[in-house]
């Protein structure tokens, strides 16, 4: 998979029940900040319907340089503090794009 | 939730190894005929860069109604019949958008 390749990534976080709110808000900070940038093709966090302590990333971007440039954003590492501060379990998944935009 | 909101599908599809390649044309297939439903404001399948027996669709539809359709679609019937036969595993996330499009 070359660096040029469409990558998306699936976050799955689990939020502590007390935490629901503060999440959600960080959640969005960070939404409407990272669409905003240039290689973002998309970015969304959805609550789980059947669990409301999940909560989903769907990401894509269009390039790895995109991606890193994304994770060393500030409002990217804002929402790492808030999640570690709160004690949120995340789970990442890297994935290769089966039909790049 | 109203029936009028943004929702996000996150599903984790496991492969068997000696079906990888029948699995990844039947993704690609579905994609491309979702993205062509009025309702799809994003729709992907991406291959877990840590295990590529696993596969993950990134989707996020504009609403019930929409999501219903592409349910009922000839192709979306097709990739459950294709993995169903090959006995994929697939796990469903249905999420609330926290920032609808």
Not at 10 to 18: L, Q
Not at 42 to 64: H, I, K, L, N, T
Request: charged fraction near 25%; hydrophobic fraction near 45%; include cysteine.
């Amino acid at each position: 998979m070359s660096a040029a390749s469409q990558i998306n990534i699936v976050a799955i976080v689990t939020v502590p029940g007390d935490s629901l709110g503060e999440a959600t808000k960080a959640f969005q900070t960070c939404v409407l900040a990272s669409r905003r940038e240039p290689a973002c093709l998309f970015y969304d966090f959805g609550q789980d319907m059947g669990d409301p302590e999940r909560f989903v990333a769907s990401e894509a971007w269009r390039d790895e340089a995109g991606l890193k440039a994304h994770e060393a954003s500030p409002h990217f590492q804002a929402l790492l503090k808030t999640l570690e501060a709160m004690k949120a379990k995340v789970e990442i998944m890297r994935l290769a794009s089966l039909v790049p935009a």
